[in-house]
C-alpha cells in the first residue's frame, strides 16, 4: 500500500486514524481516495485537508462507536451514516462476546485493504443500496454450533470469525499445508467468486473454460469430494497457483485473482518507495510481473533472515502467468449496470 502525507508533513498510512506527530484526527477521504488529516468544521463536520480536494465529510459511524474503521463519509450523503466498505455488512460478530470487538476490527483492516485493492484496479463494487452490479455483502459469523464456511454465494461473502483469531488460523494453515493464511487473503479470494459471477460467467466464460478449465465437468460438489478424499491433483505445480487451486476452475480461479491483487498491491507500494525501481506502464502485465517477482525474490530472502513465512511464494510458470493475464485484462470488460450506465 501506498504511504500518505499528513498536513504537518508526517508519514501516514493506510490504517491510520490519528497522526502521531501532530495528533489531528486523519481518515480515508471518500472523494480524493487519500488518508489525510481533518479539519473539524463542528457539528460532527469535518473537511479533508488534501488541499486539491476538500471534502467535507463525516466520520463513519463505525469509527466512532467502535474503532473499527478510519473511513468517512460525503456530506452529500446525509442518509447515510456508515462508509462505503462498512454498509456492505449484512451481519456483523456479537460485540457481546468477550474478544469480538478485537477480531472484527481485523476482519474490517483487511476488508478495507482488500476493497481498496480491487477498486484501484478498476474494478466496480456493487453497493447493495443502489441497484447497481451485482451487489456485495458481507457476513462475519460464528459456529453456533452448526460449522459456518468461509465462502461466496451470489454476492455474499461470509467469513468464520475463527480466521480473526491468528492462533486457529496458523492452526488451520499447517493442518492444509498452506504457505500462507491471512484475512488479507481471505477477502481476495472469496472476492475472486464475486467478480467470476459478475464479471466472467456473461463476458469471458470461453475464453475462461479455456484456461481454467470447464467449470461444469466435474461439478463442484464432485471436485470437491474428490480434493478432500484425495488431495490436490499430482503435480499441481506445473498448472496451478496452489494446490487448492487445482480442486476445480471456480478455485482456480479465486486463487488466481487472489495472487493478482496480491501482485498489483506490491508492486503499487514499490511504486511508493523511490528506493525501489518499480516505475511501470499501468498497462503493461509483463512488466508488472517482472517488477513483481524480483521483488518476490528480495522480500523471500529478506524474510528468510528471520525465519518468516515466503511473501511471494508462488512458482510464475506459463500457464499460471496465462491465468493472472486473464485477471489483468478483466478490469477492461465494460459491465453493464441495470440502470445502463457503465463502468470500466
Ligand atoms: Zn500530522
Ligand atoms: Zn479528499
Ligand atoms: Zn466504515
Ligand atoms: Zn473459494
Known sequence: MQTFRCQCGHKLFFGSSFCVSCHETVGMCPTCRQVTALKSLGDD???CTNQTCGQQVKLCRNRVDHKACNCTVAIEENDQVLCTYCRLNQVIPDLSIDGNLVKWRRLEAAKRRALYGVESNGLPIGDPSRNDFLPLKFEFKEDDPHPVSTGHASGLITINLKEADSVKREQT????????????????????????????????????RQLFGNEQDPTYADAQTAYYANGPKPNWQSQYISAYASMHPWEDFAESFASYLDMTSIVSTAQSFPRINANVPPDDFDAWLKVYREIGVMANEFNRDIGLLDLVPEVFNKPVIEKLRFMHDLKDIRVQSPEGSSSA
Do not use: C, N
Open 45 to 47: 463536520t469535518w473537511q
Open 173 to 208: 494453515r499447517v493442518e492444509f499445508g498452506e504457505p500462507q493464511r491471512t484475512l488479507v487473503g481471505h477477502f481476495r479470494h472469496e472476492l475472486g467468486h464475486y467478480y467470476w459471477d459478475m464479471l466472467v460467467e456473461p463476458a469471458k466464460l470461453e475464453a475462461f
